[in-house]
């Protein structure tokens, strides 16, 4: 349950509110879960939560989402403190509002083919972008990178809002992190030159898409700012898989919530992301739990390296089980493929069997095969581990494995 908590502090407040005498009117039946909890004030916080997304609801101003008390609701209910019951008033009209929306949702009509026209100045507009981008990355490396290490925050996002204002979203988000490159140390500047790089490939290959085989023009267009709706998605083949959940990572820029979902395939050995956006404080996707294993289907996004997906179809409940892991060679090897097909990839799903944490920040496989961890919990995971081998799962980037989850056979999952 507390793999839904939107961070760690969060699951810990659930901690405490998860006790029965702080608690009335709890109950439960097939589709939800509710209760008030007495909070610091006169009246409590009524709770709820739809057992079928999983959905939250809570009286309380927390901006969280979920709040400490939807959470604290679920831990009881967890352990049997919610009796069956009929729903209150108050439950079954959330619920009802929640099928409206819904049913309203499905009866949307599909949207109209684009415009020609429009289709076409919009490329006109990210093509005059893009060759404005040429210009200014030529610029800086002829000007030299030096002056680049007290140059202000605007460098780059002056840079970026021209790429807005060409319709080129996706490559302006990636213009606006180079200020996030720390500027001290001796490598700052081959950090930078590298991204630099990376960002000339990409014009380049735009440039000159009508030359590359399909599946990577539409891995330029995607690195672009070019989307796909929803439902052009959803007509992919789909994969059906029995997708493990390894990990969950929220980042926030420019009052945009992103969550990252990772997942793999049991059988495919696939790696897929479920993305989902929302503003500070409001719903993002909880229904995938790290450390669960849910049997759907999966579309994914069109590319040379196909990775962001949507989940089609569920099919049973997602189950708690010990994910498969791979060696480190093996998963340099498969990273090295993917790398190859999407130069542009910052960051990979990974699942390790039976490792071990070094003290120098290292984790070591069973071959003695070893990889770096990115800023982590270093001594929770030994904590966790107690010395043993465990199974952990994260974000690999350029700079080493964010560990996400984890798995022991005597505690289970725990999320990092």
Not at 357 to 368: E, K, V
Request: proline share 7%.
């Amino acid at each position: 349950m507390l793999g839904l908590a939107p961070d760690p502090a969060s699951g810990r407040a659930a901690g405490t509110v998860a006790k029965p005498a702080k608690w009335g009117g709890t109950g439960c039946d097939d589709l939800a879960v509710w209760g008030e909890c007495q909070g610091s004030g006169s009246s409590a916080y009524r709770a709820c939560v739809d057992l079928s997304e999983p959905a939250f609801r809570c009286s309380c101003p927390s901006r969280k989402f979920p709040c400490k008390h939807t959470l604290g609701l679920l831990l009881l209910w967890s352990d049997g403190a919610a009796s069956a019951a009929e729903q209150p008033a108050w439950v079954a009209e959330w619920l009802e509002q929640r099928q409206h929306r819904t049913e309203k949702k499905d009866q949307q009509p599909v949207a109209k083919t684009r415009d020609p026209k429009t289709a076409q100045r919009r490329e006109q507009r990210v093509d005059d972008g893009i060759d404005e981008l040429d210009r200014w990355l030529r610029d800086q490396v002829t000007q030299g990178l030096s002056q680049t290490e007290q140059a202000p925050y605007s460098l780059w996002d002056e840079a970026a809002r021209r790429l807005v204002d060409a319709q080129a979203g996706a490559l302006a988000g990636q213009v606006r992190a180079l200020a996030t490159i720390p500027r001290r140390g001796p490598d700052w500047p081959e950090r930078l030159l590298e991204e630099y790089g990376l960002l000339r490939l990409l014009v380049r290959a735009h440039q000159r898409r009508d030359e590359l085989p399909e599946a990577l023009r539409e891995t330029v267009r995607a690195r672009v700012g070019f989307t796909l709706s929803h439902d052009e998605v959803l007509q992919e083949a789909p994969v059906r898989d029995h997708w493990y959940v390894a990990g969950v990572r929220d980042s926030e820029q420019e009052q945009l919530i992103t969550r990252r979902i990772w997942l793999r395939g049991g059988a495919t050995g696939r790696s897929a992301l479920v993305l989902s956006f929302g503003a500070p404080g409001r719903a993002l996707d909880a229904s995938l739990v790290p450390g669960t294993t849910l049997d759907a289907d999966l579309a994914f996004y069109p590319g040379a390296q196909p990775l962001r997906a949507i989940v089609a179809t569920r099919h049973g409940t997602p189950a708690q089980e010990r994910p498969p892991g791979v060696t480190v060679t093996v998963f340099l090897a498969e990273y090295a493929q993917a790398l190859g097909r999407d130069p542009w990839l910052d960051r990979w799903p990974a699942v390790f069997a039976d490792v071990r944490l070094s003290r120098d920040r290292h984790l070591i496989d069973p071959n003695g095969d070893a990889l770096p961890l990115e800023s982590a919990d270093l001594w929770g995971l030994l904590a966790l581990s107690g010395g043993e081998p465990i199974t952990v799962a994260g974000e690999w980037t350029p700079r080493g494995l964010l560990p996400l989850s984890a798995w022991h056979e005597r505690d289970g999952v725990i999320t990092l």
